[in-house]
């Protein structure tokens, strides 16, 4: 009986309240002018800045170590200088202080711990994920796709009963492939399944939906053009400019990527234009550098203050995650006044600082310059204890020579 009312109610029926209220106004906001998503930033954090003092033993702590009240802060400034960042070591440290909420609002969530050490943390239940929904159905919908639309999604998780795809009709209308699956043995049964629910849009993370392209070109070239891809969505891990070229290149279609974190603290999502915008309604970003100064160009360290999580508030949290700014506060040809982000890098452990102390990426430093000596090596592991200074531990290839030494 369930599965046959799942069949009959339309995808819309699964969305709460919480999501619709949300998405109606992100419809109107989208297009406010920079002032007007300041203004609102200021309220929001206003508020959460009361409730955290008002509902939270950790930050009570913390006013009081720094001897100050709410009404104390009185600018975006001085909320800078007055309320110390918040690393992950420490939410993790003072998670059940941090609590806001009474208990029977709290939802337990981890972060994902493909690097790092996972943290757990609470939501509000019924409002943070719903919130957050409609902040990604807004770049969707820049995308084309809307409601009930069906969309293939390549997940990060096991399929149940040895099967390769499953389909799911709830907050999606969805064809389900697992990135584990993805392999040369069934790269034709995973087309033909496409071919035959034709969704115009696909979701994944940039690697997954990398090897996916390169598969389908290599073993079934003759179908890819059975398929009718609008736009295809990416998130979770850095694209870099020649998967996002591969794969646009194959389907004829965009791609539009996203940065979102577990802690639910920041969006940022790419524009029609393939611009990066910061979803200001979302949460309140500071770029800073390593000296926890704000910058307003070259790479800079994530720092987020989230307005949809009054559960666990993250006052100033430092997301681990680095993005490349120039300030532009140009209207972009999509419509949008948000701040820009010129580049999402990643996480920080993928950085060294130089001897002037800019923080240098090792993708650039290593793939963008020496990538012919890398291909005779196996493995390798960089080391910085000394500013300026890097060590290379290699495992070389049979390739490699005495004279590549040099
Ligand atoms: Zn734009």
């Not at 719903?130 to 390549?154: C, H, M, S």
């Not at 993005?323 to 452990?349: A, F, S």
């Not at 430093?365 to 290699?394: N, S």
Request: include cysteine; charged fraction near 25%; charge should be positive.
């Amino acid at each position: 009986m369930k599965k046959i009312v799942k069949k009959i109610l339309p995808v819309k029926f699964f969305y709460p309240k919480n999501f619709w209220e949300q998405y109606n106004f992100l419809k109107k906001s989208i297009y406010w002018d920079i002032n007007s998503l300041k203004e609102f930033q200021w309220t929001q954090l206003k508020h959460l800045i009361n409730h955290s003092y008002n509902n939270s033993k950790y930050y009570q702590r913390v006013f009081s170590k720094q001897g100050i009240t709410p009404t104390d802060i009185n600018s975006f400034k001085d909320y800078q200088n007055k309320i110390p960042i918040l690393s992950k070591l420490e939410l993790k440290k003072n998670i059940n202080d941090i609590i806001a909420l009474p208990n029977k609002k709290l939802k337990y969530e981890t972060t994902g711990g493909s690097t790092g050490e996972p943290v757990g943390f609470y939501i509000e239940k019924n409002v943070t994920y719903p919130k957050t929904l409609a902040f990604e159905w807004r770049q969707f919908n820049a995308g084309g796709y809307n409601l009930n639309d069906k969309v293939a999604i390549f997940r990060g998780r096991i399929i149940s009963n040895n099967k390769i795809f499953e389909y799911e009709n709830g907050i999606y209308n969805s064809l389900i492939f697992s990135s584990y699956d993805l392999n040369k043995e069934n790269i034709n049964t995973i087309i033909d399944e496409l071919i035959k629910f034709s969704p115009h849009f696909i979701r994944g993370y940039p690697s997954t939906i990398e090897l996916f392209t390169k598969l389908s070109r290599l073993y079934c070239q003759d179908k890819i053009n059975k398929l009718s891809i609008k736009s295809i969505f990416t998130s979770s891990e850095t694209l870099f400019l020649n998967q996002k070229d591969l794969i646009e290149h194959t389907f004829k279609c965009k791609v539009f990527d996203k940065y979102g974190n577990s802690e639910q603290s920041t969006i940022i999502g790419q524009c029609k234009f393939g611009r990066y915008h910061d979803y200001m309604e979302y949460s309140y970003s500071e770029f800073v550098d390593n000296n926890n100064q704000t910058i307003k160009k070259g790479t800079a360290r994530l720092i987020s203050t989230s307005f949809v999580n009054y559960a666990t508030p993250i006052l100033r949290y430092d997301t681990g995650d680095l993005v490349e700014i120039n300030e532009n506060t140009k209207k972009c040809e999509c419509g949008m006044n948000h701040n820009r982000i010129t580049k999402l890098i990643g996480r920080d452990q993928d950085l060294i600082v130089d001897k002037d102390g800019n923080l240098i990426t090792l993708t650039a430093l290593i793939f963008g310059q020496h990538f012919k000596e890398f291909q005779k090596i196996e493995k390798f592991q960089v080391v910085q204890e000394k500013i300026g200074e890097i060590e290379i531990h290699i495992i070389p290839h049979e390739s490699f020579t005495n004279s590549d030494i040099e």
